[in-house]
């Protein structure tokens, strides 16, 4: 599945087309809240506290609507592409499906992927059932994953999706530079151990806490953490994953100016640059070996050979001479004829 090419009939349309159109910085995600025709009072005490949470990039929706997000999911589509908001978060109720809370993401007005979960009633609590102070509106918080089942290697598909979901739910704008005093709270997600049965299966935790600085007598402060709510114990429903056109086009990064990583050259501990060259097979029966200066004979070497030889010739003489008299003294054939007398 691809995404339609839109082409602009007007200049009104262009420009509308032209603020929708990616861009090499994008804007920061704005969540969409929302709830169904049928939902309980406490899916929507919790959308009010997650979109309290999420604020400023957050919108709510008050009015009922009637959508079954996996069998026609063309209303959250239009609600996204109206509102710019990629994120969405549907609370709805059934007997078979009760305290339902739907995540969505979308791209280019298209659903990419969505995760359904199931609230546990009897251990929800609410942000207006802890006392004390909360975070401030607009702050990044701090996210923690405990547990194996989180693994992107070998991990189960539906923790990694809700991994990857509230990670960009909660991500907000990005931050060049991170302030002590804006870290004041953080959100944790622990997978139950073990798999389970029936109900008591794919059980995620989610926690909130507060951060607490207080005097420790020393340089650095002692930080304490406090629950602050809201507290929910959601079980993974059903899970719908992204399309591999649709990721592929969502995962794209608009080329920069910035210089791009060279390949095989990487840089050690001392700050040397170490290359790594890749070569085919080399055939020496086609070597050039003449006039070669990596194969040419130092004088010295020359020298040395020569000595050599006239040394090897002086020997071969010797032996010669040595066996001519050996040969004299063994008493050998005389050539040398009589002489006759008259």
């Given amino acids: 599945m691809m995404l339609r090419d839109i082409k602009p009939k007007s200049a009104r349309t262009a420009r509308i087309l032209a603020k929708r159109a990616p861009l090499h910085n994008e804007n920061s ?16 005490t919790l959308l009010t506290d997650l979109h309290s949470l999420k604020r400023p990039l957050a919108i709510r929706f008050t009015k009922k ?20 908001a990629s994120l969405l978060c549907f609370g ?6 009760p305290h339902c809370l739907t995540f969505v993401r979308c791209f280019g007005g298209k659903v990419l992927d969505m995760m359904e979960g199931i609230v546990q009633q009897g251990t929800a609590r609410t942000l207006s059932q802890f006392g004390g102070a909360k975070c401030r509106v ?3 918080p701090l996210l923690s994953f405990s547990g194996t089942q989180f693994d992107e290697n070998g991990g189960e598909s539906k923790f990694t999706l809700a991994k990857s979901m509230f990670i960009d739910f909660f991500k907000g704008g990005d931050a060049k530079e991170v302030d002590v005093e ?3 709270w953080m959100v944790s997600f622990t997978a139950a151990e073990g798999s389970g049965e029936g109900e008591k299966r794919d059980i995620m935790y989610i926690r909130c806490w507060r951060l607490v600085t207080k005097r420790s007598g020393q340089r650095l402060p002692r930080v304490e953490v406090e629950e602050m709510g809201p507290r929910i114990d959601l079980r993974l429903g059903r899970v719908r994953e992204a399309d591999e056109g649709i990721l592929k086009e969502a995962l794209k990064r608009a080329r920069t100016s910035e210089a ?9 501990i001392v700050g040397d640059k170490m290359g790594r060259i890749h070569l085919g097979r080399q055939d020496l029966d ?3 070996t003449r006039k070669m200066k990596g194969l040419k004979r130092s004088r010295n070497a020359l020298a040395e050979d020569n000595g050599e030889e006239e040394v090897n010739d002086l020997d071969l003489v010797s032996e ?8 004299d003294d063994s008493g050998g054939i005389d050539s040398k004829r009589p002489r006759l007398d008259a």
């Fill in 286 to 288: 086609e070597l050039q």
């Fill in 92 to 97: 709805s109720h059934s007997k078979k499906r």
């Fill in 29 to 44: 995600k704005t969540a969409l809240f929302l709830r169904s025709t049928t939902s309980s009072s406490l899916i929507n």
């Fill in 138 to 140: 607009g702050t990044k």
């Fill in 65 to 84: 609507n009637l959508i079954h997000p996996f069998e026609d999911a063309s209303s959250l589509e239009f609600f996204s592409e109206k509102n710019d």
């Fill in 320 to 327: 010669s001479n040595d066996a001519s008299k050996d040969d």
């Fill in 260 to 268: 791009r990583p060279k390949k095989n050259v990487e840089t050690d």
């Fill in 182 to 184: 804006g870290l004041q």
